[in-house]
C-alpha cells in the first residue's frame, strides 16, 4: 500500500526550530521527486521546498530560504524539512507530496 506519513509538527516558539520527517511506504522515495507543501488557514497550499530525485538536490521558495533544509535518508526511506528560525508566518499544515500520493499533514504553529 502507497502510503506518506508526515510527523514532527508542534508548537513552537518564534526563533526556534522543528524537524518534520515524511515516512513512504509502497514505494522508494528517491526515484521521485519529493515536495513540502503548506497551507495557512484561508489561504491557498503554497510550494515550500522539494528535493530532486537522485542527486538529493533542494530547491526552497524565497520566504523560507537560508531557514528550511530540505533532505533525504534512504536507508529510511524518509525526506525530513529542518525549519529554522521559525516566524509566526510559518504557521500552517505542512504536507508532503510525491508523485501523486500526499501525506495527512502535519501542523506547525509559532507562537509566544
Known sequence: ??????????????????????????????????GWFRQ???????GVSCINRGDGRGYYADSVKGRFTISRDNGKNTVYLQMNSLKPEDTAV??????????QGTQVTVSS
Open 94 to 103: 505542512y504536507y508532503c507530496k510525491c508523485g501523486l500520493y500526499w501525506g
Open 1 to 34: 500500500q502507497v502510503q506518506l506519513v508526515e510527523s514532527g509538527g508542534g508548537l513552537v516558539q518564534p526563533g526556534g526550530s522543528l524537524r518534520l520527517s515524511c515516512a513512504a511506504s509502497g514505494f522508494t522515495l528517491n526515484e521521485y521527486a519529493t
Open 40 to 46: 495557512a488557514p484561508g489561504k491557498e497550499r503554497e
